[in-house]
């Protein structure tokens, strides 16, 4: 059973509104290169990192205080800061 999307697509086929493209093969590689690397960047990364001692316990209480592993708040913070959704004084 296709949904409706799928349908509609499936309709423009019979229709004959798709047409092959020249470089299928160059733009297949396209693609097939841009989901890998999308699929690597989904990935997750273990990394060592130092800090202040003072500054772990903190975080460590923060992370507590609402039911998380102070490592997926670091991760939060960073990808944050990433997004520019927070600023950092340096």
Same mark, same amino acid.
Request: net charge positive; aromatic share 6%.
């Given at each position: 059973?296709?949904? /409706?999307? +799928? %349908?509609?697509? +499936?309709?423009?086929?019979?229709?004959? $509104?798709?047409?092959?493209?020249?470089?299928?093969?160059?733009? #297949? #590689? =396209?693609?097939? +290169?841009?989901?890998?690397?999308?699929? +690597?960047? %989904? $990935?997750?990364?273990?990394?060592? =990192?130092?800090?202040? /001692?003072?500054?772990?316990? /903190?975080?460590?209480? #923060?992370? #507590?205080?609402?039911? =998380?592993?102070?490592?997926?708040?670091?991760?939060?913070?960073?990808? %944050?800061?990433?997004?520019?959704?927070?600023?950092?004084? =340096?």
């Amino acid at each position: 059973m296709l949904d /409706k999307y +799928e %349908q509609q697509v +499936e309709d423009a086929l019979v229709r004959g $509104e798709y047409i092959s493209s020249a470089d299928l093969g160059d733009t #297949k #590689k =396209l693609f097939q +290169e841009a989901a890998k690397n999308y699929r +690597e960047l %989904q $990935e997750t990364k273990s990394i060592t =990192l130092r800090v202040n /001692k003072e500054d772990l316990i /903190k975080v460590k209480v #923060k992370a #507590k205080r609402n039911g =998380l592993a102070y490592q997926t708040l670091v991760n939060l913070l960073i990808r %944050q800061y990433v997004k520019g959704e927070t600023e950092v004084v =340096l």
